[in-house]
């Protein structure tokens, strides 16, 4: 594949997938690693066509003596590219070791904050990440290695919402050999991390390790094999989340909390009817109760195999009066005929 090439199927997908929207502002995530460097490439090429404006966000964990340098570099790339950058660094082991969190999530979550932040300043409604299909394939094998149902299988949308801006991952549909070979013949430099090659990270493990081991000893395809099966995930959870949808009136209904002590109203509740409930396919039951902590939350939050099993005994057998704790603060209150969803419901009276 040419880099002209290349550049036609990045502009198909934004158009196939609804990626962006003509005369957008664009904060585009760059590490100054191979993936990155070749998605700012990408979109400042097509940028006159799309009218897009783009603003590229770099973040420095400080983890490496060569972070500060990283950082410099893509400085240089955003004003070679005509693509202002906002640098800002951040002491992420600290951060991790005083709030309890691993290293490879709590990056993640100090990362995704600070670009959250960057769009917001910079009034964009787009978020661009360079994640590949490699990156498809690696996140697919990994939830497999954890668990995982549906939901999980889809591994990385082509978009999703973090809060008012727009995510979205236009190379997707790319190798990452395909990226270097763009590289190579635009003659772009980019910065090797060395903490891709750490094997304290399951995904690193999994990448160079059983990924090629696999690929070795029993399907030489196997990466396609994965993504092929996130694609179908991602089509068949769009069906059940429709299909949820339109018997959503039937089975549920939203209810204002009641009142705090010093008057202030309380967070939307979701009343689930048991027997309506209980008549879906299982398949439907969760994509119920995924919805109904949606609509209290804001978000369908984390839930295992164990929450699942605790659910159904709470629609089925469990007594009037159990409560039901998940991750987020959502409960589960069931009643006579119904079962309640909410964060932090009060005690019954």
């Known amino acids: 594949?040419?880099?002209q090439e290349l550049r036609?199927?990045?502009d198909a997908a934004l158009r196939?997938?609804?990626l962006v929207t003509p005369g957008a502002r664009v904060v585009v995530a760059v590490s100054g690693g191979a993936?990155?460097?070749?998605?700012?490439h990408v979109l400042a090429a097509l940028?006159?066509?799309?009218?897009l404006t783009l603003h590229v966000a770099h973040l420095d964990h400080g983890l490496r003596d060569a972070s500060a340098r990283d950082a410099a570099f893509v400085e240089a790339l955003g004003r070679r590219w005509q693509a202002p950058a906002t640098v800002v660094r951040r002491e992420v082991g600290a951060i991790c070791a005083r709030e309890g969190w691993s290293l490879e999530d709590g990056a993640r979550r100090i990362r995704y904050a600070f670009l959250l932040e960057t769009a917001r300043r910079q009034s964009a409604g787009f978020l661009a990440l360079a994640h590949t299909a490699d990156d498809q394939a690696e996140t697919v094998l990994m939830r497999l290695m954890r668990g995982t149902g549906?939901?999980?299988l889809g591994a990385i949308p082509w978009t999703r919402r973090l809060e008012e801006v727009v995510v979205i991952r236009p190379l997707l549909q790319l190798w990452r050999t395909q990226l270097l070979a763009y590289l190579q013949e635009e003659g772009l430099m980019f910065r090797e991390?060395?903490?891709n090659q750490d094997t304290q990270f399951l995904r690193n493990r999994i990448r160079h390790h059983l990924l090629p081991l696999l690929e070795r000893e029993y399907n030489p395809n196997i990466k396609d094999t994965l993504t092929r099966l996130a694609d179908q995930s991602q089509c068949d959870y769009t069906y059940l989340q429709a299909a949820a949808e339109r018997l959503w009136k039937r089975v549920a209904r939203t209810q204002p909390g009641p009142s705090s002590a010093r008057g202030a109203p309380a967070p939307t509740q979701v009343v689930l009817a048991v027997d309506r409930f209980r008549r879906q396919p299982k398949a439907l039951q969760r994509q119920l109760v995924r919805q109904a902590i949606q609509r209290v939350k804001g978000d369908a939050g984390q839930l295992e195999f164990r929450h699942w099993f605790e659910i159904e005994r709470l629609f089925g057998s469990r007594p009037i009066g159990t409560r039901l704790d998940l991750?987020?603060?959502v409960q589960l209150r069931r009643e006579k005929d119904r079962v309640v969803c909410a964060v932090g419901l009060p005690a019954p009276a």
């Open 150 to 152: 549906l939901l999980g």
């Open 8 to 10: 036609a199927r990045v």
């Open 35 to 40: 993936d990155s460097v070749a998605l700012l």
């Open 327 to 329: 991750p987020g603060r």
């Open 193 to 195: 991390d060395a903490s």
């Open 1 to 3: 594949m040419t880099a």
């Open 16 to 18: 196939a997938q609804q």
């Open 47 to 51: 940028a006159p066509a799309w009218r």
